[in-house]
């Protein structure tokens, strides 16, 4: 297995063990509306959350490869989002060749039942990165994500957006959009 594709089945496994406490320093939930700027001073990356979501897991990681984990949720809404930042060991990664394996990984697992629904370059806020929608069953429940994937400096960052019904996919997909534009990442290493 290639360095890449050991990089992006780590994070593919990261984001769906969320909630386990895999070695990592958990701080309580996040409430307060100030709190809604997340900045990692390591990877000089940060998002704000929009009104009335919540940051309610930061992690930051002790690990060789993985440098941290937000995840956030509006609440009564059955959706959440998820921010990561990995090392990237691979100079010739892409975007575009990070969800691609990702997408080669997910198809493997037979009993995900997985389906892309588009995938495609993009370019948000100056930062070129990729974009996949797809659909996957997790334990009994079909899942709708939106990712995208960004290659900078020395890092492979996520956003992920996960909803357990089509119609909360559907109404939170602006929201995930609008905090995508509020992504602020590190500038290239020349």
């Not at 370019?123 to 009994?140: A, K, N, P, T």
């Not at 492979?156 to 909360?168: D, G, K, P, Q, Y």
Request: proline share 4%.
């Amino acid at each position: 297995m290639s360095a890449l594709n050991k990089v992006l089945a780590l994070l593919l496994i990261s984001l769906a063990i969320i909630n386990l406490n895999c070695g990592v320093k958990e701080e309580p939930p996040i409430i307060e509306d100030d709190n809604r700027f997340y900045y990692n001073e390591k990877c000089g990356c940060s998002v704000t959350l929009p009104e009335g979501w919540v940051l309610n897991k930061k992690r930051e990681f002790t690990g060789r490869l993985k440098i941290f984990l937000i995840q956030a949720f509006k609440p009564g809404l059955i959706s959440n989002v998820v921010f990561t930042a990995q090392r990237n060991f691979d100079d010739e990664v892409t975007a575009e060749k990070a969800i691609k394996v990702e997408i080669a990984h997910l198809k493997t697992s037979a009993d995900k039942n997985f389906e892309v629904i588009s995938e495609e370059p993009v370019c948000i806020s100056g930062y070129v990165g990729h974009q996949m929608v797809d659909e996957f069953d997790w334990r009994g429940v079909r899942v709708y994500q939106k990712r995208i994937y960004f290659v900078r400096s020395k890092y492979i960052f996520a956003l992920v957006l996960n909803s357990t019904t089509r119609e909360a996919y559907k109404e939170c997909e602006p929201t995930f959009d609008k905090m995508v534009k509020s992504l602020k990442l590190p500038d290239l290493i020349p």
